[in-house]
């Protein structure tokens, strides 16, 4: 049988959890604040990660807190202040760059779950030896560690071992940009990069004074995807696959893990992974995780959402409009990109008009026609860059329940004395709760069992389901079901507060640094 690994999926805000979780994620991660490498995501505060927290935990999804920057001393007072209220609150684990909060978190917490970031620049197995003896629980792996150096890592210890499946890659060594930092003083390492490695250049032989390339993006890489791999990633027995898109919107967060988590689910057929394109892309590659040619790893043409190829401009009309030859449907409030040779046009179909020049809401295939003030050319390509529909689409699947939790539900009691319920999960959970008021003798009405096990079990607002109800019960009892639907609820808030008790105290000692 398969190893399960974990998907562990990106958060920016509560509306990117909820759709990570409605998509089959098992684990978020997210930022709190400004202390983590994504300063310019929404992120968190620390209300937002109480109710993410209870969000995800009732639905068995773990949530660790990114603090993957280095710190300078005058900021660690507030960085330990926030650990500890992290840990008391619940947090499942830390993902951390810098080696002095990384010592103080395992010294004050060696029963939390620390994470070595993929910033830490672990790349060898004797790097994650050494992290493995001094107490971390897993190691994120560089984006530049290939599949067999992960094989030899799995073999040789016993940690964790996290690696990304899908997003976007970084031209660089992970964790030793300073690109950004010597050009405009903004640090990936303190969660300000400003992705210089996304701008046109142009590389020049300055001993010869030669150029060798035209002005075009050198150093921006495509994004990796490895839903064709998900075996191989498995067989490297790999413990967790990270999805990166802390800067990404919900719609991509659901798009991306829907689509791997059926991979992981059906690893017997051909994952179906068309609708990766339809949201944020550059384009996809293998990356050094599989080996892929470098020169086939960059996109020369174009560093942000590439889109997906529609057609071709097909004429140009002298009333204003263009005529584009479709191979893929094209929708009223689509927003497309014509690539011309002097510019991009980028435009929103407010109106679309079919070959007898009516307005429609969508065309299959075959001639459609626009009205813009640009004029592209003849054969111009045409990309669609955001599908109204295919978003549309995707906004109605979040918030859901990817998967519901049975319960086990025992009403009792006798007239005259209070009615009981116990509900008890899988995971040991168990309450009770009795009603205030007493059971009264029906007159001339039998007991239904079947009707009062089928009012019990209207869950659709939660995330469980009624998996076994018995009805202890005297025949002559008289059970109103106001007062039925009034212990269910009650009896499903008291199990929500025992599923998400927290059972932590913390002993630090803040240590001064000024």
């Known amino acids: 049988m398969s190893k399960k690994i974990e998907l562990l999926a990106p958060a920016a805000d509560f509306e990117c959890l909820k759709a990570a979780v409605s998509a089959g994620a098992t684990s978020v991660y997210l930022g709190v604040g400004k202390l983590n490498a994504r300063q310019y995501a929404t992120n968190f505060s620390i209300d937002d990660l109480r109710d993410a927290l209870f969000y995800a935990h009732l639905r068995n999804v773990k949530i660790f807190v990114a603090l993957n920057i280095l710190f300078d001393d005058n900021q660690l007072n507030e960085v330990y202040e926030l650990i500890d209220e992290l840990y008391l609150l619940g947090v499942d684990g830390l993902i951390i760059q810098d080696f002095g909060v990384l010592n103080y978190c395992l010294q004050q917490y060696p029963d939390w779950f620390i994470s070595a970031s993929t910033q830490m620049s672990i790349d060898s197995l004797e790097g994650v030896q050494f992290l493995e003896s001094i107490g971390v629980k897993r190691v994120v792996l560089g984006r530049e560690c290939n599949i067999d150096q992960i094989k030899n890592i799995k073999e040789n210890t016993n940690i964790e071992i996290e690696a990304f499946g899908h997003g976007a890659l970084c031209v660089c060594v992970s964790g030793q940009c300073l690109l950004s930092y010597h050009i405009g003083e903004r640090s990936g390492n303190k969660g300000t990069c400003a992705q210089p490695c996304r701008k046109k250049y142009q590389l020049i032989d300055i001993t010869n004074n030669i150029n060798l390339s035209p002005s075009c993006y050198l150093l921006s890489m495509k994004d990796l995807k490895t839903t064709n791999k998900i075996k191989d990633l498995i067989d490297a027995q790999i413990d967790s696959l990270k999805i990166e898109g802390r800067m990404k919107s919900s719609e991509y967060v659901y798009n991306v893990v829907s689509t791997y988590s059926n991979a992981l689910n059906n690893l017997n057929k051909v994952t179906d992974d068309t609708n990766l394109s339809y949201t944020f892309q550059r384009t996809f590659t293998n990356g050094h995780l599989f080996k892929s040619d470098v020169k086939s790893m960059v996109n020369l043409e174009r560093p942000n959402h590439v889109g997906i190829e529609i057609g071709k401009v097909n004429k140009v009309l002298s009333n204003g409009k263009i005529e584009i030859k479709l191979n893929h449907p094209l929708a009223q409030n689509d927003f497309i990109r014509i690539v011309s040779k002097n510019k991009d046009i980028e435009y929103k179909i407010a109106k679309l008009y079919d070959q007898k ?45 990817y998967q519901r939790f049975p319960l086990y539900f025992t009403l009792f009691g006798d007239i005259n004395d209070v009615l009981t319920l116990k509900i008890s999960d899988d995971q040991g959970h168990k309450i009770s709760i ?39 019960l005297p025949e002559n009892a008289f059970i109103p079901i106001k007062e039925l639907n009034e212990l269910r609820r009650q009896g499903i808030e008291l199990l929500n507060s025992e599923k998400v008790k927290i059972n932590r105290t913390s002993n630090k000692k803040l240590l001064e640094y000024n």
């Open 357 to 401: 020049d009516k307005l429609v809401n969508s065309i299959l295939s075959g001639l459609a026609y626009i009205k813009i003030q640009e004029k592209p050319n003849i054969g111009d390509k045409v990309y669609l860059t955001d599908s109204y529909i295919f978003n549309k689409e995707i906004i109605k699947k979040y918030p859901c329940e």
């Open 434 to 472: 009795s009603s205030q008021n007493l059971i009264q003798e029906a007159t001339n009405i039998k007991l239904d069992k079947e009707r009062i096990a089928s009012q019990l079990s209207k869950l659709n607002d939660t995330p469980y389901y009624l998996k076994k109800c018995n009805i202890d």
